[in-house]
DNA sequence: TTGTAAGCGTTATCAC
DNA sequence: GTGATAACGCTTACAA
């Protein structure tokens, strides 16, 4: 079949090139009459906007670019992915498409950025995995490029828009969960110190248990993320503890491997509700991923309008609950 | 800083925006030295193709599309995870870049390429879970649009590229590694007949037991995907075995749940060596599919040069040990 | 309200 | 081997 181009449609409707482009970009221009009749010429034809053409004059692609990020332990990797499909998805509606990339450090990602922008001409860029230090936001903001970041700016000033999920609530939720199941003697299980997201995770235990009148020194560990760390620290802590809270699902089940071998009976909550959770019965802090990439997309057509200001989201997370906290 | 084009180049390299785009598109008939002078002009003012430009004169954009399917029962996932990522990692290279799409059916996909292709000019795609009766591919072979798929087209004729991993070699190395750690009762846990990765997972079993002298008959379940229906299918079946292949980690999962509930000793292999089986020490068949990706952007490569004549390729798994068969 | 004309950056064709 | 010219499909002044 032939190409179908504006001047088809506007040949079949019987009025200019530019009145199409006219019905197409600026409706409220057009005479109410002509509007719908090259409306129905272009269903007609089926014709469809050439991406190209339009982003040579317009300079902007209706691209949107996120990285995809190896399945780094396996465990929290699907955390991304679902990200992903609700960016997809949400994107889609608002006449965006999201474009992948990968890269192994942050350096290595912006030297991407530039290719991006100048090659593609990508309309904005979604962040994830943000942290301390990150070179990327400064580097974005610096050449006004639009961009939302899927995590709050640790450490760096609020100026652009992120959406990011109450991590301290998800861990001050399961600790109240387990006050209520008349669990006294909460421990923690996290990760080092500095980590944005691993010291809220932290605090809402803290803050959950101080509220409850209870005492938090001694009972929490930080180690490096994985099952094996887990397991080790939950053995050095379960002679003093009848509960813990963890900060990713992998820590949690080293908890719960070291609670089977000791053979002490200890409620365990997880983060980020993996497969592996719902797998193994492990009861886990949700976050709403889905929801969370909706959100960005919207703040992020806000930015391309020029139209909103910046804006932050802080969406709460959930708890689900399986065997190991019932 | 103002945008530099050929027209740039060119000027700086005392030539004229032609000579520019032949060193860029076919160098071989520009002199050494003046390929050079452009080069050196090219890197100076960091010149990078515009490719809207490009695909308004080409009617190629360089983009290949892919769709990210939802996290189905979250355990295996993460394997199209894995995928997109070795995906875009060998496209880039190879000066492809990915785009996403979602769709729920082949119907609403097949609706997709029509704006994917029209309004983006997609070069490509790369179509995963293929199945009986796959309207997609006829679709696409129709209009010519090229594509591999990862994964063989089940029942149809073998007139596209494909990549696809040896199902039956994976469930066949798992059970003569079964039978070479001394079971001779092994059993297996798969799906209804129909799905052809079921089939040839199952297939891959009853040949090893057969080629052992061993009979096969009577030995196996056919359930729906899930944990629990993999728990209930081993209750039944863990009386008269002493080992189970899965074609799933989630079956797996509930033949260890049946079997620690009987209290039976039981080795168990699971398929897909996801995050969970990793996570609980299940042994797993692996699935090699960073190799897939870059053996689909290869064969994607060659469809699109019209160089290449279609290939099929069949990619061999590997066996991960674990405790639940060591 | 509609039409005309110019130009976005590139590559293909064809002279030189 | 190199350079001029046209064309890809669209949008944005500006003119009618």
Chains 1, 2 share one sequence.
């Not at 040949?11 to 600026?26: E, I, Y």
């Not at 600790?175 to 809220?200: E, K, M, N, Q, Y």
């Not at 991923?289 to 309008?305: F, M, N, P, S, Y």
Request: glycine residues 8%.
């Amino acid at each position: 079949m032939p190409k179908v181009t504006i001047a088809t449609v506007a040949d079949r409707a019987g009025v200019s090139r530019q009145t199409v482009s006219n019905v197409l970009n600026t409706p409220e221009v057009v005479r109410e009459e002509t509007r719908e009749r090259v409306r129905e010429a272009i269903t007609a034809l089926g014709y469809r906007v050439s991406q190209a053409a339009r982003q040579m004059r317009t300079g902007r692609s209706r691209l949107i670019a996120v990285r995809i990020e190896p399945a780094r332990d396996g465990i929290n990797g699907s955390v991304l992915d679902r990200f992903l499909h609700g960016l997809t998805d949400a994107a889609a509606p608002a006449g965006y498409r999201v474009m992948l990339y990968t890269a192994t450090d942050d350096d290595g990602e912006i030297a991407t950025y530039e290719d991006l922008l100048t090659a593609y001409d990508l309309d904005a860029f979604v962040l994830t995995s943000t942290h301390h230090g990150d070179v990327r936001t400064s580097w974005l903001a610096e050449r006004q490029v639009p961009f939302v970041t899927f995590g709050r700016p640790w450490g760096a000033p609020d100026t652009h828009s992120w959406v990011d999920v109450d991590n301290a609530a998800g861990t001050e939720a399961a600790t109240r969960h387990l006050l209520g199941s008349g669990h006294r003697r909460i421990g923690f299980l996290g990760w080092p110190a500095g980590s944005g997201v691993g010291d809220a995770r932290r605090d809402g235990w803290a803050t959950a248990l101080s509220s409850a009148g209870l005492p938090s020194a001694g009972l929490d560990r930080a180690v490096a993320d994985g099952i094996d760390p887990g397991a080790d620290a939950a053995r050095d802590l379960l002679p003093s503890v009848d509960a813990l809270v963890c900060a990713s699902d992998s820590l949690a089940l080293g908890a719960l491997r070291a609670a089977r071998e000791l053979d002490h009976r200890c409620a365990v909550i997880g983060f980020d509700d993996t497969a592996v959770a719902q797998a193994v019965g492990l009861t886990s802090v949700s976050q709403p991923l889905t929801e969370a990439a909706a959100r960005c997309i919207d703040l992020l057509a806000g930015v391309l309008d020029r139209s909103a200001e910046t804006r932050q989201l802080l969406l709460q997370p959930s708890l689900v609950l399986r065997q190991t906290a019932p």
